[in-house]
Antibody, heavy 120, light 107 residues
Framework: QIALKESGPTLVRPTQTLTLTCNFS??????????VAWIRQPPGKALEWLAL???????RYSPSLKSRLTITKDTSKNQVVLTMTNMDPVDTATYYC????????????WGQGTLVTVSS | DIQMTQSPSTLSASVGDRVTITCRAS??????LAWYQQKPGKAPKLLIN???RLEGGVPSRFSGSGSGTQFTLTISGLQPDDFATYYC?????????FGQGTRLEIK
């Protein structure tokens, strides 16, 4: 059974760096084709894809946020980490991690999400 | 980026109705479109991939169609559990984008 769970701070100050961790089970990022993405959703608004990392360490970023994002994986820990620099109140959102089963770029499995508020 | 535009933004319907949600891409995405259902406070659930391929366990009253720039999600015979927000997502390129969502509410 595949499961993902996001963790990280609930409150971040403006200009700070956000670090979020996705812990997953039921699949391995050593498996060819497997990937994990980060997607966010501001309160009451639409989904926005942020970043994606694959089993071979191929990394893809949203063009509009690329300069602020870094995605990494720790295969031994079954973890994917997203860092986002220079946080702003407009970055307040629920952040989800999600599983790309086999290089398809859509997402069968999602975490429950974690709400991050950016405020001074 | 490829822009995805959904219409309508809100749709009011009754149990048993047939409803259609449209998703338009700013450029051709072939059939690389997925549909998700999201309920309040929950993560999205994948319904359809490749524009028309129903995911396992998704009721057959859901169907998708389209190619290129115009796509539709149809729900035939609305059930109480179907009232939710629906998003399309293009994956023709690695710059993945979602539509703005269509909220399906009870009339």
């Amino acid at each position: 059974q595949i499961a993902l769970k996001e963790s990280g701070p609930t409150l971040v100050r403006p200009t700070q760096t956000l670090t979020l961790t996705c812990n997953f089970s039921g699949f391995s990022l050593n498996t060819e084709g497997a990937g994990v993405a980060w997607i966010r959703q501001p309160p009451g608004k639409a989904l926005e894809w942020l970043a994606l990392i694959y089993w071979d360490d191929d990394k893809r970023y949203s063009p509009s946020l690329k300069s602020r994002l870094t995605i990494t994986k720790d295969t031994s820990k079954n973890q994917v980490v997203l860092t986002m620099t220079n946080m702003d109140p407009v970055d307040t959102a629920t952040y989800y991690c999600a599983h790309d089963v086999r290089l398809v770029r859509y997402f069968h499995h999602w975490g429950q999400g974690t709400l991050v508020t950016v405020s001074s | 980026d490829i822009q995805m535009t959904q219409s309508p933004s809100t749709l009011s319907a009754s149990v048993g109705d047939r409803v259609t949600i449209t998703c338009r891409a700013s450029e051709s995405i072939s059939i690389y479109l997925a549909w998700y259902q999201q309920k309040p406070g929950k993560a999205p659930k994948l319904l359809i991939n490749k524009a028309s391929r129903l995911e396992g366990g998704v009721p057959s009253r859901f169907s998708g169609s389209g190619s290129g720039t115009q796509f539709t999600l149809t729900i035939s015979g609305l059930q109480p559990d179907d009232f939710a927000t629906y998003y399309c997502q293009q994956y023709n390129s690695y710059a993945i984008t979602f539509g703005q969502g269509t909220r399906l509410e009870i009339k």
